[in-house]
């Protein structure tokens, strides 16, 4: 019998749904939905802003006919810690759940008491040889964060069947665990960060996350052309990166927020490459809403000499002939609202 699985991102500035019958290895759109998130929304502590969220949350789905009150949702890429640990000889599930939390304390800043860890073996082989590594994807979620998303959730009538991270999430629904899939880097444009996962054989062996995000070009358009946020988002939605617009402006404004993005990723394909020579990055796909931005795809391949393609969270998924068009529209925006409902417990 199909059963229905629900995906909640809740954004920096919107909030998107979507709801998956699952039925015999196949998934199906029943639903789906995006609402503008309401500021400063999730951010804020304050209960009020809080409730604003939840009431966002409410009205979202009751627009996309979804009644189901058990939902999956993401924590953002910037709220957690997340590292491959690589330097680990081969170790028993007891012996590694001890030196995790010991490597786990080098890289986070807090005490381990106010952390939720949780951890994936990427790699590990059978024998006890010198030469064998234990290479292990590392997650520690700050629990005042978790509390904040289960109260919002409750505030808005749901229980959370799980929580995951955002790149976790949009990593399932662009690469699955395709094992053919070519080594490819993943870049989540959000709000207010770029978030960068490096995928092999369907695993996330490098992450990253920047606090540059489509805010930030916004900001710079504004101060550029002395603009409301209003117009300036405008300006950047409808030209972009293409030159030939208005004289160059809206590019010459833009581009050395774009450059910081760009060196990020040289950064990380780099960095992979010197980890797995044997398997570099072969292509770059790009996430998130700010991915639809006029001339972006063609601006990051020549800068960093690989195949860049917009994301299509859609590909595996069956649905009507009639919504084709419309979900290519927004597609990109939605890669972690469908990676959640795609999840599988």
């Known amino acids: 019998m199909a059963k229905t699985i629900v995906g909640l991102d809740i954004g920096f500035s919107s909030i998107k749904v ?49 009644d189901q009150r058990e939902i999956i949702t993401a924590l953002p890429e910037s709220k957690v810690f997340t590292r491959v640990i690589d330097d680990l000889p081969y170790l028993t599930d007891k012996e590694l759940a001890s030196a995790i939390r010991y490597a786990a304390e080098e890289f986070i800043p807090m005490s381990m008491a106010d ?12 024998n006890k040889d010198k030469n064998t590594k234990t290479v292990v994807l590392v997650i520690a979620s700050p629990k005042n964060v978790v509390n904040k998303y289960i109260k919002v959730l409750t505030m808005a009538n749901l229980r959370p069947k799980a929580l995951e991270t955002e790149i976790i999430a949009v990593t399932r629904s662009l690469v699955g665990n395709n094992p053919f899939s070519p080594s490819t880097l993943i870049i989540q444009l959000g709000g207010t960060t770029t978030d960068y996962a490096a995928v092999s054989r369907g695993l996330i062996w490098l992450t990253r996350s920047i606090s540059t995000g489509g805010m930030a070009l916004t900001r710079a358009l504004a101060q550029h052309f002395n603009f409301e946020l209003s117009q300036a988002e405008e300006y950047k939605r409808v030209y972009g990166l293409v030159e030939d617009q208005l004289e160059g402006k809206v590019f010459d404004a833009l581009h050395p927020i774009v450059d910081i993005i ?15 020579p044997q398997n570099s990055i072969k292509r770059v796909v790009l996430s998130g809403g700010g991915a639809k931005m006029p001339g972006l795809v063609i601006y990051l391949a020549n800068a960093l000499g690989l195949e860049v393609q917009e994301a299509d969270p859609w590909y595996q998924i069956i649905k009507e002939k009639s919504l084709a068009s419309r979900l290519a529209q927004d597609a990109s925006s939605y890669s972690a609202a469908v990676g959640l409902a795609l999840r599988e417990d």
């Open 18 to 66: 979507v709801a998956l019958s699952h039925d015999s290895g196949k998934y199906k759109l029943v639903s789906l939905g995006s609402i503008s998130a309401p500021r400063p929304g999730i951010i804020s502590d304050a209960d009020l802003d809080l409730e604003a969220v939840a009431v966002a949350i409410k009205k979202l789905l009751t627009a996309a006919k979804i």
């Open 115 to 126: 952390v939720n860890l949780n951890w994936q073996v990427l790699l590990r082989s059978d």
């Open 262 to 276: 760009a060196q990020e990723s040289k950064r990380i394909i780099q960095a992979f490459q010197t980890k797995y």
